[in-house]
């Protein structure tokens, strides 16, 4: 990337910069190919923060299903971790976990099913077999005790797996539905959509060596690193992060090097940082990819403690600099509200995205659906707040939790609403690669390193960033 006239002698963030259009030779978004050149099995650049109140096994299948990566947090015991990536690792890589009840299964069961998923059908099972669907629809104005054999549609329209894609689309469409059953003979094996057909037929979904849902998990700097990363490893986690504030401390380094040790080919990604001596020394630790960003996190409030952090556009072209001169890549983590953020991230360099806080108002996020009379939300809190210290240090003293939670740099409670718009993740992810394979073409660029290798950035003032945003009302 180069700036349009001088390099600013300033630190700048996402806000501050702008893409100018270049003289380009693609003629279409679909051309873009978005797969990662940091070689973790991505293909598209979006990886989920390892965060508590956002990403949990639902989140996991449903972001790797469409080429992007979840990682688990660090604060989840590890044969639970165990468990939850043996469940990823057995979803199918294209259609949807099905939400399964009996039917003599109630409407405030299904409802409270319901939210879990974007498909918005509860499959009703005998032995396997589908015998009937539920919708919300279906489930309002009547007794919450019901069963759901008085409210489901019997014998639903099935579909046999392995249908091509236009073929679902079309079947769904000319029946009005919005979701059906998949079927292999008469087993129920998923659920899809109308829209999931047309993403599948769009997204190459992330998977491993073996076929199965790419999966990803956090490991702290304290405790017992090396068993950590070996029991993760035994379960088959294709990628280990390793995940401190401050990565750039001795302590961190060491955790790179244990886990480096035992990794075998498995890509470690290790920070935080925000300086190319911050990145080099994770890298000589042993990591492929270091993960840059101090402060610019929704949840985050380390720069009003301490003052430390840097502007994230800066930071993450500095470290990607270092990163690519010595054959590895980063990860431009926090700090991404639009689309824009993701591609200006890409264009400074970094082959992966991570967002955090934008996907815990989703579905598919792990902490449970709020109403507020309204509008639906969800709760979320940063992974160095009071609560999360909390639960962090459960095995201690309580004077050593109580000394510990004295030290929090993030918000404990949040309010994350649902676009009623967009509610699902997946609704959130086809805005964001929309909005990158647009800025590619715009760059000339077909894939994720021609971005960066092209890209002409400007600075904007105040006044140029507010121009940009759209005005829904008069004025
Ligand atoms: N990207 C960001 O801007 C930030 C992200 N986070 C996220 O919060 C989660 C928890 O991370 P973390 O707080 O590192 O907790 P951890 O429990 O993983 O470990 C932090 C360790 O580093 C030591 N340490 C030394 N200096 C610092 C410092 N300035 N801040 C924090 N720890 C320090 C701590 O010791 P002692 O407690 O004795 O000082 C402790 O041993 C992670 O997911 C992390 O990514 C947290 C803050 C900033
Ligand atoms: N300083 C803190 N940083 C935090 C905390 N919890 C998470 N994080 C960081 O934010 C990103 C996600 O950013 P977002 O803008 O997409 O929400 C995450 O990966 C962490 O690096 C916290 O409590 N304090
Ligand atoms: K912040």
Redo the contacts with the bound molecule.
């Keep these: 990337m180069r700036f349009l006239g001088n390099r600013p002698d300033h630190d700048l963030t996402y806000a501050d910069v702008f893409m100018v259009p270049n003289h380009s030779t693609v003629g279409s978004r679909l051309e873009v190919d978005l797969t990662t050149p940091d070689r973790v099995g991505t293909t598209i650049p979006i990886v989920v923060a ?2 508590t109140a956002i990403s949990g096994r639902r989140m996991a299948e449903t972001v790797a299903r469409r080429g992007g990566l979840a990682v688990l ?2 604060d989840i015991p590890v044969e639970v971790l165990g468990e939850v990536i043996t469940w990823i690792k057995a979803r199918h890589p294209v259609y949807d976990t099905a939400i399964t009840l009996g039917p003599t299964s109630t409407v405030a069961e299904a409802l409270s099913l319901l939210t879990k998923r974007a498909h918005g059908i509860v499959v009703v099972v005998e032995d396997g077999v589908p015998v009937g669907v539920v919708t919300d629809g279906a489930c309002q104005g009547v007794d919450r005790f019901t069963q759901l054999s008085q409210v489901m549609s019997p014998d639903p329209l099935t579909i046999p797996a392995g249908t091509d894609l236009p073929k679902i689309f079309d079947v769904l469409t000319d029946a009005r539905l919005n979701a059906a059953p998949v079927v292999e003979g008469d087993r129920l094996v998923g659920v899809i959509t109308r829209k999931g057909a047309l993403r599948s037929a769009l997204y190459q979904p992330a998977v491993g060596a073996s076929g199965q849902l790419l999966t990803s998990a ?1 490991i ?3 405790g017992d690193v090396r068993g950590k990363a070996e029991a993760l490893l035994s379960y088959g986690v294709d990628v280990l992060v390793v ?4 990565g750039h ?1 001795e ?2 380094v060491e955790a790179v090097r244990i886990v480096r040790s035992v990794a075998d080919s498995t890509p470690v990604v290790a ?2 940082v925000v300086t190319a001596s911050g990145t080099r020394d994770l890298i000589e630790a042993g990591a492929d990819v270091i ?1 840059v ?5 929704a949840m ?1 409030t ?1 720069r009003m403690m ?1 003052g ?2 840097r502007p994230q556009f800066s930071a993450v072209e500095e470290c990607a600099a270092e990163a690519r001169a010595l054959g590895k890549h980063v990860w431009a ?2 700090g991404v509200r639009h689309p824009r953020d993701v591609a200006l991230a890409l264009a400074a360099g970094a082959a992966n995205v991570m967002v955090g806080s934008w996907f815990a108002g989703t579905y598919e996020s792990a902490g449970d659906m709020n109403n507020d009379g309204a509008r639906l939300y969800k709760e979320s809190f ?3 707040s009071a609560r ?2 909390k639960a ?2 459960s095995s201690q003293s309580g004077f050593e939790r109580a000394r ?1 939670g004295l ?1 929090e ?2 918000i404990s409670s949040s309010r994350m609403y649902l676009d009623p718009e967009r509610p699902g993740v997946e609704d959130l992810i086809d805005g964001i690669v929309a909005g990158v394979r647009s800025s590619c073409t715009y760059a000339g660029a077909r894939t994720v390193d021609e971005l960066h290798e092209r890209a002409v950035l400007g600075v904007q003032s105040a006044a140029g960033y507010e121009e940009g945003r759209p005005l829904p009302t008069s004025w």
């Excluded at 960003?293 to 996190?297: K, L, N, Q, S």
């Design positions: 390892n965060m947090p660090q956090a702290g700097i304290n995940d401190t504030a401050h401390q302590k961190a920070g935080n993960k960003g101090v402060g610019p996190g985050c380390t301490t430390v952090g983590d926090g940063g992974m160095a999360a210290v962090r240090t510990a030290f740099e993030g």
